[in-house]
Each structure stands twice: as C-alpha cells, then as structure tokens.
C-alpha cells in the first residue's frame, strides 16, 4: 500500500497483521495469534472500527473503538462509542497523533 505521507486508514481484513504488531506493544500478556484472530473479527463487525495511523508508510499508531450494549461508567444510554483502545509507537508520541 502507498500511502500519504501522513495519514489515517480505517482498518480492513487484510490489516489485521498491521493492527496485531502494533497492538502487542501495549497488550503485552497477549498471544499475537489471538490478537489477529479477534481483529479480523473486530474489522468484520459493524459495531466496531480500527484506525491506523501512518507516518511515512509506516503504522505507527491505532485505535480500536466500538459500540458498547453494558453498563459503561457515566453513561445513561445504550449503546455507547467507547474507545476499547489507543497506541502510538515509541519515538511518535507527544506529537498530537493519538489526538487526531
């Protein structure tokens, strides 16, 4: 994939791989295996959506959101956006990515 010099992509399938390397870094105590495994399931669904950011062609950051049907503190309603997760690799952070 080329991409812009810096840009944001909605993940599909075929980044699950992409997502995986990022997301290990934060979740340590998990299996990439399974990591993969519940991303290609996560991009699939409609209540849910990936984002990765590129720097120069690189992935250097993502968020996973999706819509929560529980309780989800400080809410009254159902369902709810939720932020399930947010990375920016070492060496790209302070840098206002995980802002945008």
């Known amino acids: 994939m080329k991409a812009n010099k810096y ?5 599909r399938i075929e980044d699950a791989e992409v997502l995986v390397d ?8 998990h299996f990439p295996e399974d990591l993969a495994e519940e991303f290609r ?3 699939m669904n409609d ?14 950051a993502f ?17 709810v956006g939720y932020l ?3 990375f920016v690799s ?4 302070m840098k206002g990515y995980a802002s945008e």
């Open 7 to 11: 840009m944001i992509k909605r993940a």
């Open 22 to 29: 990022l997301a290990i870094q934060m979740w340590t105590d």
């Open 41 to 43: 399931q996560l991009v």
């Open 47 to 60: 209540g849910a959506v990936c984002f990765i950011k590129y720097v120069d062609d690189k992935p250097i």
């Open 63 to 79: 968020a996973q959101c999706q819509l929560r049907h529980d309780y989800v503190e400080g809410t009254k309603s159902s369902p």
């Open 84 to 86: 399930e997760g947010i």
């Open 90 to 93: 070492e060496g790209y952070r």
